[in-house]
């Protein structure tokens, strides 16, 4: 069974770094998708960044040039680190995780909450003026 655990949210002063971590364990394979999603108060649950199991990597325009999605295959662990951060970045940042085998296909890496099947409890950033 697939597990995904975020940790290293917390509140930090605009204009500041964050890095968010996800433990991942259970896979059976290795091609896959590792995302980050995120949700604001209010708002629908939008996708931050992908990468994929050849490390291309895939940026919402909001987040292109401050945030850098990363992996440790040794480690099982996935990455976010987040720098110049706004207090729009403010909210629940989700691990997401999705098997590109699917049956006799292999789908490409989205950012569409959909293709994504296992899912972190997620970790809360709080960006304050």
């Known amino acids: 069974q697939v597990e995904l655990v975020e940790s290293g949210g917390g509140s930090v002063q605009d204009g500041g770094s964050l890095r968010l971590s996800c433990a991942t364990s259970g896979f059976t394979y290795g091609h896959r998708c590792m995302a980050w999603f995120r949700q604001a108060p209010g708002k629908e649950r939008e996708g931050v960044a992908y990468?994929?199991?050849?490390?291309?990597?895939f940026y919402a325009s909001s987040v292109k040039g401050r945030f850098t999605i990363s992996n440790d295959n040794a480690e099982n662990a996935l990455y976010l680190q987040m720098n110049t951060l706004d207090v729009e970045d403010t909210a629940m940042y989700y691990c997401?995780?999705?098997?590109?085998?699917?049956?006799?296909?292999?789908?490409?890496?989205?950012?569409?909450?959909?293709?994504?099947?296992?899912w972190g409890q997620g970790t809360h950033v709080t960006v304050t003026s």
């Open positions: 997401a995780a999705a098997d590109r085998v699917v049956g006799l296909l292999y789908r490409l890496c989205d950012l569409k909450e959909r293709t994504y099947d296992t």
């Open positions: 990468i994929d199991n050849h490390g291309t990597t």
